[in-house]
């Protein structure tokens, strides 16, 4: 008898609906849920995926790294596992990075070390509540993954990230909201409705421009203003002569609703 999968992704209506379930674990990442979201962002690329939504099952969003798993192992094997988990998560952050189709995260109860850096990757994070984070690994003797001390000190600041990052204070979703961790936030029983509402509303966008304002985004955080100007007038070039773009103004001049129906490229 198989075991059943860390992650799975489904594509429905152009949202690419990706689950961790280990709801039991609150959704810990153990080498297998790493590889699991590597394969699925892997999948979004390959399909006709407009939005990407993604969740966890159960209580919690996820708790971060799997301390059981990590505990078993101690010196060199220690150290080689981590490299495993860190290059199979990684690998997903960058692939969430580079594709067009925005990323939503529908989070939920504990969200805790790399959970939080999953949430922070999202470009729009939806969160319930009763939702709360904390970073916790330095009151592991950890430093950090996922990406956290990058994305956090964009999203609230270099010194309210350090401080998240060295006391381990945990803050609620209003909070978060408040920092600009969380885009926003719902009652915990709306939360699957409202985050779908959220990434079904961007399949109606027009994907290769998305994908181009979210990278010019963060290209603006770490670069100069100059080379960054040029790439802006190469994107908007680029964008204006896509299918997407001929469709957006001619729905604008004829005063209609765009039809962005148009497949977009995947890398």
Same mark, same amino acid.
């Given at each position: 008898m198989s075991a059943l999968p860390a992650v799975? @992704?489904?594509?429905?209506?152009?949202?690419?609906?990706?689950?961790?379930?280990?709801?039991?674990? =609150?959704?810990?990442?153990?080498?297998?849920?790493?590889? =699991?979201?590597?394969d699925?962002?892997?999948?979004?690329?390959?399909?006709? *995926?407009?939005?990407?939504?993604?969740?966890?099952?159960g209580r919690s969003f996820c708790v971060g790294g799997d301390l059981r798993e990590f505990s078993a192992l101690r010196g060199a094997a220690l150290k080689d596992h981590l490299m495993e988990v860190t290059d199979a998560l990684h690998g997903a952050l960058r692939i969430f990075a580079?594709?067009?189709?925005?990323? *939503?995260?529908?989070?939920?109860?504990? *969200?805790?070390?790399?959970?939080v850096g999953l949430?922070?990757?999202?470009?729009?994070? $939806?969160?319930? &509540?009763?939702a709360t984070f904390v970073l916790a690994y330095t009151g592991i003797g950890y430093s950090p993954d996922a990406g956290v001390t990058w994305s956090?000190?964009?999203? @609230? =600041?270099?010194?309210?990230?350090?401080e998240l990052l060295l006391t381990n204070r945990r803050i609620s979703a209003r909070e978060a909201a408040d920092m600009g961790? $969380?885009? #926003?936030? *719902?009652?915990? /029983?709306?939360?699957?409705?409202e985050a779908r509402r959220v990434a079904t509303a961007l399949t109606l966008g027009a994907t290769r421009a998305l994908g181009a304002t979210r990278r010019l985004v963060s290209a603006a955080l770490s670069g100069d203003? &100059?080379?960054?100007?040029?790439?802006?007038?190469? #994107?908007?070039? /680029?964008?204006?002569? #896509? %299918? /997407?773009?001929? /469709?957006? $103004?001619?729905?604008?001049?004829?005063?209609?609703?765009?039809?962005? #129906?148009? %497949?977009h490229p995947t890398e």
């Amino acid at each position: 008898m198989s075991a059943l999968p860390a992650v799975t @992704v489904e594509v429905l209506d152009g949202v690419a609906d990706i689950v961790m379930c280990r709801g039991a674990r =609150g959704n810990a990442i153990d080498l297998d849920l790493a590889r =699991g979201l590597r394969d699925a962002a892997r999948a979004c690329l390959e399909e006709n *995926v407009r939005a990407v939504l993604l969740r966890g099952e159960g209580r919690s969003f996820c708790v971060g790294g799997d301390l059981r798993e990590f505990s078993a192992l101690r010196g060199a094997a220690l150290k080689d596992h981590l490299m495993e988990v860190t290059d199979a998560l990684h690998g997903a952050l960058r692939i969430f990075a580079r594709m067009d189709a925005p990323l *939503v995260a529908q989070v939920q109860g504990a *969200v805790a070390g790399a959970g939080v850096g999953l949430a922070a990757a999202a470009d729009l994070t $939806v969160a319930a &509540d009763d939702a709360t984070f904390v970073l916790a690994y330095t009151g592991i003797g950890y430093s950090p993954d996922a990406g956290v001390t990058w994305s956090l000190p964009r999203l @609230v =600041g270099p010194k309210r990230a350090l401080e998240l990052l060295l006391t381990n204070r945990r803050i609620s979703a209003r909070e978060a909201a408040d920092m600009g961790l $969380v885009t #926003s936030v *719902v009652a915990a /029983e709306r939360l699957p409705e409202e985050a779908r509402r959220v990434a079904t509303a961007l399949t109606l966008g027009a994907t290769r421009a998305l994908g181009a304002t979210r990278r010019l985004v963060s290209a603006a955080l770490s670069g100069d203003l &100059d080379p960054h100007l040029d790439r802006e007038a190469r #994107s908007l070039a /680029e964008t204006a002569a #896509s %299918p /997407e773009g001929v /469709e957006g $103004v001619a729905a604008f001049l004829g005063k209609r609703p765009p039809r962005f #129906s148009f %497949p977009h490229p995947t890398e």
